[in-house]
């Protein structure tokens, strides 16, 4: 890392699996989007990047170290076959790391389905985790969680932490209120899907809260509590109209408006979407992936918030992050019978996870309540025992 001269100390954020599709474009958005809070706040940003591929991430690293944004690179891999190991490059990818993204892992083929994932990303999530419970300092790290399926790996994750804690049961309460799965894809879907469905305009938002899990029925998108927001800025006040596409009335006012309700057989059909757009991506790469850009995306959109509270260019992240929600999320139906969901979270650097908005899950309508609801209990909770178990088989 190079020489800083400043008085605040560099902050650092990890990529692990930073050599494969959604690693190298969520590296390009981290180079590019924090440069502003950096640039702001007058402290440096350091980005490292960790692939077990060592070509694909020297690559993507030295590639990205060309950019000229104040935001610096640097690369870790295993030495080649035969070369002498003489550093561990995952503790010097994660020494110092106060912010540790993870895209590592297998993505899914045709016909496979995320739980297929499971077992060889279980296992990489496990040794990733011992890394960050041996070099980074788990009372202040962050954890974003990419590697499908999320419904079971952040069990996997928030366990293996959790294991690494021994008898600190002070240090053992943190990692639920600091490690997250990311499902902000399926949000980015949603508001997509909807403002295509309307035919929005272009200078409008369709924002649709979707909370649950990150796989099929899992998904809840709840377009009951969907709104179209003007552009910030743009003065685009744009008045009622009726969409021709969906049958749907608009009334965009200045600032969010609440929608009326959608046509039955429109929602049903946007929420399908949603919960199965994945497969969309996998059909269309035909057997070379699933969806990278898109979600380098969403990621990048949570991951630089964090990097910005702690920059100190923001008080706290308020986001949709999937989570073992005991204590902080008061339903005792998620509680209960779960354990782990996604939900609205209000996160500062100083508590984690401090604050959960259960609003949105008291206000679902009956559809959302009586169809999705149940469906998306049953199999999450299948996911969510599914990692338990994996995690304590592997103690
Ligand atoms: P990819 O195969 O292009 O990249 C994965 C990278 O992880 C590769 O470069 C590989 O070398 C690396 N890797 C494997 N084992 C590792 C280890 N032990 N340590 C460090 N790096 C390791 O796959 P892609 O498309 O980037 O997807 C990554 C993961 O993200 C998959 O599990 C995929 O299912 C998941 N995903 C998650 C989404 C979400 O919304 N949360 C959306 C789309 C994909």
Redesign the pocket.
């Known amino acids: 890392m190079p020489h800083h001269t400043g008085a605040q100390p560099a902050v650092k954020v990890a990529v692990?699996?930073a050599?494969?599709?959604?690693?190298q474009t969520l590296s390009l958005l981290l180079k590019t989007g924090l440069a502003p809070a950096s640039v702001a706040q007058q402290r440096r940003v350091h980005i490292a990047l960790?692939?077990?591929?060592r070509d694909?991430v020297a690559g993507a690293a030295t590639d990205l170290s060309h950019i000229d944004t104040p935001v610096s690179v640097s690369w870790h891999a295993p030495e080649p076959a035969g070369a002498d190991a003489l550093a561990d490059p995952l503790q010097a990818c994660l020494a110092g790391a106060q912010l540790v993204v993870i895209?590592?892992?297998?993505?899914?083929k045709p016909g496979m389905t995320?739980d297929d994932?499971f077992n060889i990303?279980a296992q990489?999530v496990r040794?990733?985790a011992g890394g960050i419970a041996r070099h980074c300092d788990l009372a202040h790290v962050f954890v974003l969680l990419?590697?499908?399926p999320?419904n079971s790996l952040v069990p996997v994750l928030v366990e293996t932490l959790t294991q690494h804690c021994g008898a600190d049961a002070a240090l053992a309460a943190q990692i639920p209120r600091r490690a997250f799965g990311?499902?902000q894809?399926d949000a980015v879907r949603a508001s997509s899907f909807l403002h295509q469905a309307l035919d929005c305009e272009p200078s409008e938002t369709a924002v649709v809260p979707v909370v649950g899990g990150?796989s099929g029925n899992t998904i809840l998108p709840l377009f009951s509590q969907a709104r179209i927001e003007p552009a910030r800025g743009s003065g685009a006040a744009a008045e009622s109209r009726t969409s021709t596409k969906a049958g749907a009335k608009i009334g965009a006012k200045s600032g969010a408006t609440a929608m009326p309700a959608l046509d039955p057989d429109v929602r049903q059909r946007l929420v399908h979407r949603v919960q199965f757009g994945?497969d969309e991506v996998v059909r269309a790469k035909n057997g070379a992936?699933?969806?990278?850009l898109s979600?380098a995306y969403a990621g990048a959109q949570v991951a630089c918030k964090f990097a910005e509270m702690l920059l100190g260019a923001r008080g706290e992240v308020r986001d949709t992050l999937y989570a073992k929600v005991d204590g902080h999320v008061p339903l005792d139906a998620i509680t209960e019978h779960v354990g782990y969901f996604s939900v609205p979270l209000t996160v500062t650097a100083a508590q984690g996870a401090a604050h959960a908005d259960t609003h949105v899950l008291e206000q679902m309508d009956a559809y959302e309540r009586e169809q999705l609801w149940p469906a998306c209990l049953a199999e999450l909770r299948e996911s969510v025992d599914r990692g338990l178990e994996w995690a304590h088989a592997h103690r």
């Open positions: 692990l699996g050599g494969g599709g959604i690693g960790y692939d077990v591929n694909a895209p590592a892992g297998v993505p899914r995320r994932l990303n990489i040794t990733l990419i590697s499908n999320v990311l499902t894809l990150h994945g992936g699933s969806a990278t979600m």
